[in-house]
């Protein structure tokens, strides 16, 4: 496949880093964006503007399957794309920083106002970031929080705390709820697929998938005894935090926004109906007490600042806070924050990089989520009507991997050994990055 990547950032070096092994990648961007990492990767370089059409013409346009812009400029980023579909077939994949730009551009082929031209995806990072947040938030305790079937199953990541009775305990030994497994396991900053004799310890991060139910009787059985959350803390209330904030509050949740700027302090007011607004720094330690904002069930960092972020996390750890998500705009940071005590740090990027990876996904495997900085993959494989059936026990593997449900028609199955699959089933097997295309390979992908 024929890729062209807008934007030799760090979007770019990490879409890049993803695809160039088994693709031909070509980068265009001025010479001076370009950042030191492409110089590692096997990937050809166009000095220039992707919305200029010699440059276009000098990459090869015409004979590219993918162009994904993602410079730092929204309006070059959508010129290029609209002037690519001018110029090639090449599916077309645009990031923004402004949500107008994402709802304006929602075009397809089946809009209203039918066209050739528009642009095949366009991706909008804060608001994949404002969704992780979300589901995250609103299951006490947990580090990962992934929905799939429709809501039906769910993948859940959970740390074992000190004085668990999981701890030093084999898994199959462990009385886990029916419909439930444990699929992954990070330990050490490395993630593993476990078996039935793998012995848990205290803070490995444990992945379990099944059906939602069952998931929550185990949550409430090992994990928390609270099931809900009630008062969530955002500090910074801009795009990500505002947003946010809305959607939390159709959960009806005690909720307060710390903002410095005082006329986005007035703008959050007027956009929210049950936020409580404080205006004042995130970094304030006497603000932090004076508000008693340790208390709430969840305490959400998404200041475009990474230091900000960090230093308001780990006064807030300090203070006692029980969980603490902070955004993280560099990926390489993600690792730092966790080392440091914060209990979860997210990154849009990753999110991204799933969206790129189901645009250009094989026919018939997509991915669904991926976990641990990208350790782990979870991926949805429908299984052609002509598959053999077979009980997964007899179902020979060529790497490491967990069929952790599947979906038939309208039935939703946790499988065991004796479970059988069969042709027309759909499949989510959850695997580690390093295995996941001998996965796909396995099961008919490229």
Known sequence: MKIIIFGANEIGFMVANEFYTDNDITVIDEEKNKIDAFNKLDVGFVAGNASNVDV??????????????CNKSDELNIVACLTVKRLSRAKTLCFVRKEEYKSSLAMTKDADYNSDFYIDNVIWPEDLLTQEIFRIITVAKALDVEYFADGRARLLEYKIPKYSPLVNSQVKHCEFPKDTLIVGITREGELFIPNGETTLLENDKV????????????????????????????????SVGLKLAKTLENLRLKLKIIEKNEERCNFL???LDNALIINGDGTDLELLNEEDIASSDVVVSV????????????????LGAARVISRVSKDTNVALFEQVGIDIAISSKTASLNEIKNSIKDTNIGILATVEQGQGEVLNIELPQEFETIKLMDLKLPAKAIVGVIQRRN???????????MGEDNIIVFTTSTNAQIIRKFFGGN
């Open 56 to 69: 276009l013409k000098q990459a090869g346009i015409k004979n590219v399957d993918v162009f994904i812009a």
């Open 207 to 238: 992945i379990f998938m099944g059906l939602s139910h069952s998931l929550n009787i185990l949550a409430g059985k090992f994990f928390h005894e609270k099931e809900f959350v009630k008062y969530v803390t955002i500090i910074g209330g801009g």
């Open 269 to 271: 007011s007027e956009e």
């Open 303 to 318: 200041t475009n600042n990474d230091e900000k972020n960090l230093l308001c996390s780990l006064l807030l750890k300090h």
């Open 411 to 421: 039935r939703i199955i946790i499988p065991n050994g004796a479970t059988q699959i």
